[in-house]
Nanobody, 133 residues
Framework: QVQFVESGGGLVQPGGSLRLSCTIS????????IGWFRQAPGMERREGVS?????????YYPDSVKGRFTISRDNAKNTIYLQMDDLKPEDTAVYYC?????????????????????????WGQGTLVTVSP
């Protein structure tokens, strides 16, 4: 069974940086679409914040994080990363990762997974990021 273990969250001041990690077990990461998602306090739905389409390496970032977040992968370690820079209080959320296959676009990966849940496995525990002075 596919499982996700997210780590790297914590308390950071506005303008600071964090690097999140997600280790996947139960399947090989290679040839998978990958993404990071977040659920802000009090919000019912998750939001896709960074996705990569395996087919062509295309990426999707919503305007709220574009230029500040960078998603990457290490297939040998079965791990995906999210580098977050210039963090803002509105980035405070629990962050989750997910993988899938054959999405039509990176944006579709983000949108569909945020709304329907991971295509493979179920949501992990997530890692809490708190941005506060």
């Amino acid at each position: 069974q596919v499982q996700f273990v997210e780590s790297g969250g914590g308390l950071v001041q506005p303008g600071g940086s964090l690097r999140l990690s997600c280790t996947i077990s139960g399947t090989a990461l290679s040839r998978k679409d990958i993404g990071w998602f977040r659920q802000a306090p009090g919000m019912e739905r998750r939001e896709g914040v960074s996705c990569i389409l395996n087919y062509d390496g295309s990426t999707y970032y919503p305007d709220s994080v574009k230029g500040r977040f960078t998603i990457s992968r290490d297939n040998a370690k079965n791990t995906i990363y999210l580098q977050m820079d210039d963090l803002k209080p509105e980035d405070t959320a629990v962050y989750y990762c997910a993988i899938g296959e054959r999405h039509p676009s990176a944006q579709a990966m983000c949108t569909m997974t945020a709304g329907l849940g991971p295509q493979m496995g179920t949501w992990g525990q997530g890692t809490l990021v708190t941005v506060s002075p």
